[in-house]
């Protein structure tokens, strides 16, 4: 609950905050286990930190602790972002940004580099892994898309096949496939798309929520590249898409783009964004049917990328036995490192330019490196620092 309290700065910040939490300060995995778990929800639809996360808590206790991690890791940012629906009207959107956050960004930036940093030492050691890092770091920069990540992954296994890194002998149960999982996930995917067209061609009165299901469960099936690749999506949806066809969209642009501003000025997962949308979506409904939107998309948008998580990752389990797998693995590590390289860089351009942005940068990765101040009183220091100023 501390760590989905604190862990400001996006996808990209979490990674640090989850390296210094997780492995140095709990020792809950392993630097390989972590980067392994990064690697694998690169490659799956849905919220990566907020899947690395449940596979940290699954790591640890099993299906019933990983759920309870996912729930205390999305509660928080969920209950502010729908709390913002029914008080947006009372919200001035240019007073949101206020001083308390004016160095969250490059406190983010230092976390990132230090993560980077970290992961560097551990899974980059050799002259080609150096050379899948800088080329996946370069890639990332300037080819902006979500689908270059998996993509990226699948390229650096297949180079890394070309090593005679040998696969060591130790033999490992096979880990039972949950078939179970992937057939709810089809199954609500089809009952959910059903059920929102005989909704909206019937006109019943709750309607808007069924359809709202439908669209969050689609978008939680599809989406790569996390949070900040499903603001446009929802926008499309919810806003261009009914204003194209003449009907009134179910918020304001603006409105839209407070709550797309706060959820980057609030800890926990951009995808918490959702209850806001659902909430605003709900609006003119009423008092119950708008905290059931905010329920209705909040769930909507995490089931499915839970439900796939914990049928693929069995499976990616049992084929790391293999040495066509193990030896990718060294890769696919060093293409994480890359994309963790390039996070920085992108979100430190996307920091106004300032010489106290370069300092916080700075002292906050010293702090994480060569200090042992836990990583939350760090957030904290800055929170604090920037009211005070």
Not at 150 to 157: N, Y
């Amino acid at each position: 609950m501390l760590y989905s309290l604190t862990a400001f700065g996006g996808p990209q910040g979490h990674f640090g905050m989850m390296h210094k939490t997780f492995v140095e300060k709990r020792r809950d995995v392993t630097d390989s286990e972590l980067m392994d778990f990064m690697a694998f929800c690169q490659m799956l639809p849905g919220p990566s930190s907020t899947q690395t996360i449940i596979l940290i808590g699954y790591k640890r206790g099993g299906i019933l602790l990983a759920l309870l991690t996912l729930l205390l890791w999305i509660l928080p940012a969920s209950i502010l972002m729908a709390g913002l629906s029914f008080l947006i009207q009372y919200i001035d959107a240019k007073s949101i940004q206020t001083n308390v956050f004016k160095y969250i960004q490059p406190m983010a930036v230092g976390f990132l580099a230090y993560a980077a940093f970290k992961a560097m030492r551990n899974s980059v050691k050799h002259p080609a892994t150096i050379m899948i890092m800088i080329v996946s770091l370069f890639i990332t920069v300037q080819f902006r898309s979500p689908w270059i990540f998996p993509l990226l992954i699948v390229a650096g296994g297949i180079i890394s096949n070309f090593s005679d890194k040998r696969i060591p002998d130790v033999y490992k149960d096979k880990k039972p496939i949950k078939w179970v999982n992937i057939f709810w996930f089809v199954l609500v995917f089809i009952i959910a798309g059903v059920l929102s067209e005989i909704a909206r061609t019937q006109q019943w009165h709750n309607a808007r929520l069924f359809n709202l299901f439908e669209n969050f469960y689609r978008f939680g099936s599809f989406v790569f590249g996390g949070g900040h690749a499903l603001i446009p999506m929802m926008y499309e949806q919810f806003i261009a898409r009914p204003m194209h066809l003449g009907m009134s969209p179910y918020m304001s642009p603006e409105q839209f783009l407070t709550g797309a501003g706060i959820i980057n000025a609030i800890p926990g997962p951009v995808f918490s964004i959702c209850a806001f949308v659902g909430g605003m979506s709900m609006r003119s409904f009423g008092f119950t049917q708008q905290l059931m939107g905010c329920g209705v998309a909040t769930a909507g948008v995490f089931l499915p990328s839970t439900l796939l998580l914990f049928f693929f990752f069995p499976i990616y389990q049992n084929l790391k036995k293999y040495t066509v797998i193990f030896r990718a693995l060294e890769g696919i590590h060093a293409v994480v490192v890359g994309i963790m390289w390039a996070s920085a860089f992108i979100l430190f351009r996307s920091v106004d330019f300032q010489y106290s942005h370069i300092v916080v940068i700075a002292i906050t990765f010293g702090m994480l490196m060569y200090t042992k101040v836990p990583a939350p009183l760090v957030v904290l220091g800055w929170l604090l620092l920037g009211w005070a100023l």
